[in-house]
């Protein structure tokens, strides 16, 4: 069973930066979209950050300016660089993704991490 595998996570200063992967576990065929959600104690859900397969990205108001997301193909990785964090920021972060298990399918499915925390306090 193919997973997605996230790391990078972890308590930062207000100000600071860190960086999230996420790979799936085993080798596919190929990738679509991949992004980036987070969710905070008693809230929704919600898209941070997406990424195309052309490389077209999509952002969320809040993070425009100070995040990066970013992909490796022949890694089959995501990456979010996270800058100038702020407490709100703080969040359990989730990878998501279309993948083609392999070239007999014509299909993709979505996948989910099983999330990372990022904490952001002084």
């Known amino acids: 069973q193919v997973q997605l595998v996230e790391s990078g996570g972890g308590l930062v200063q207000p100000g600071g930066s860190l960086r999230l992967s996420c790979a799936p576990s085993?080798?596919?065929?190929?990738?679509?979209?991949m992004g980036w959600y987070r969710q905070a104690p008693g809230k929704q859900r919600e898209l941070v950050a997406a990424i195309a397969s052309t490389g077209s990205t999509n952002y969320a108001d809040s993070v425009k300016g100070r995040f990066t997301i970013s992909r490796d193909n022949a890694k089959n990785t995501v990456y979010l660089q996270m800058n100038s964090l702020k407490p709100e920021d703080t969040a359990v972060y989730y990878c998501?993704?279309?993948?083609?298990?392999?070239?007999?399918?014509?299909?993709?499915?979505?996948?989910w991490g099983q999330g990372t925390q990022v904490t952001v306090s002084s």
């Open positions: 998501n993704a279309d993948l083609r298990l392999d070239s007999r399918n014509t299909y993709y499915n979505s996948y």
């Open positions: 085993a080798s596919i065929f190929s990738i679509g979209f």
